[in-house]
């Protein structure tokens, strides 16, 4: 007598028509191995370039509402100030995505999800691979600045397709960031973790930029702010999503593979 084998017959039916996706290509396993050793310290704590990656997904992203590479293939690192404190990571991911033969607006991204990987406290973060790389500058004038106010910084995500949630939410990486000057701006630097939203409204922290401050106590944000501050797990439901949107911004999601899986198993 046969049995019945519904895992086999269900993965028949979706190759049948045509579901099935596409395996991360193996060259990512290698990619994350690379990225292990730039990232994480000797004692496995994330490095600067680990924060330095998670901050210029964001910067790739956000401008032009597309993640493209365009702020490493438009020189958009060396020529605006706004990511002058990116300018090493960008040449450090600009070189790997030669060196691996794989796009930069992928890489980017990629090495995103490995930076929060690195600094520990959150879920791993999703990824997916495929993008189409370009070297047209994104528009200018389109990053809000660390002494920007609440509104225009609600007003910017908004136009950019974010909530107030979401916003505040993806702010929270600045639990593991640092200013321009180096110092921390939380006492948990190496960790992600709602440290950063309790030490910035209570103005315990080492260091706080003015445009956090102003989004821990604006009435537009202060309830999130606060929300996330006391439950670490509200922080992480939001946040994961509200990253993964920022890294498809521009792109067709079902054109993408998923590569998550090897984020997951780096740290496993």
């Known amino acids: 007598m046969h049995s019945f084998r519904p895992t086999l017959l269900f993965t028949s039916l979706v190759a049948y028509y045509g579901l099935a996706r596409a395996q991360c290509p193996a060259v990512w396993t290698d990619v994350a191995a690379d990225l292990g050793a730039t990232f994480l310290d000797s004692n496995g704590k994330c490095t600067d370039d680990a924060r330095a990656a998670i901050r210029l997904a964001f910067h790739d992203c956000f401008p032009g509402a597309a993640c493209d590479g365009s702020i490493i293939l438009a020189n958009e690192c060396t020529d605006r100030f706004e990511n002058s404190q990116m300018t090493g990571i960008c040449s450090t991911l600009g070189d790997k995505a030669t060196q691996f033969g794989v796009g930069v607006a992928d890489l980017i991204q990629f090495a995103a999800a490995f930076g929060i990987a690195s600094c520990p406290g959150l879920p791993a973060v999703p990824v997916k691979v495929g993008r189409v790389d370009s ?96 439950d670490a797990t509200a922080w992480a439901a939001a946040f994961v999503p509200a990253m993964e949107k920022l890294s498809l911004l521009g792109n067709d999601e079902a054109s993408l593979t998923d590569c998550s899986s090897v984020i997951i198993d780096a740290f496993a």
């Open 135 to 230: 070297s047209e500058p994104s528009p200018e004038g389109q990053m809000p600045g660390p002494n920007a106010d609440a509104a225009s910084i609600v007003s910017a995500f908004a136009a950019k397709g974010f909530t107030v949630t979401e916003l505040v939410a993806l702010v929270g990486t600045h639990s593991a960031g640092k200013d321009l000057n180096g110092n921390a701006l939380d006492t948990t630097v190496d960790e992600m973790d709602t440290a950063f939203y309790l030490e910035t409204a209570d103005g315990s922290a080492p260091s706080s930029l003015n445009s956090d401050k102003f989004l821990s106590n604006s009435t537009e944000t202060s309830a999130d702010w606060n929300s996330f501050g006391a």
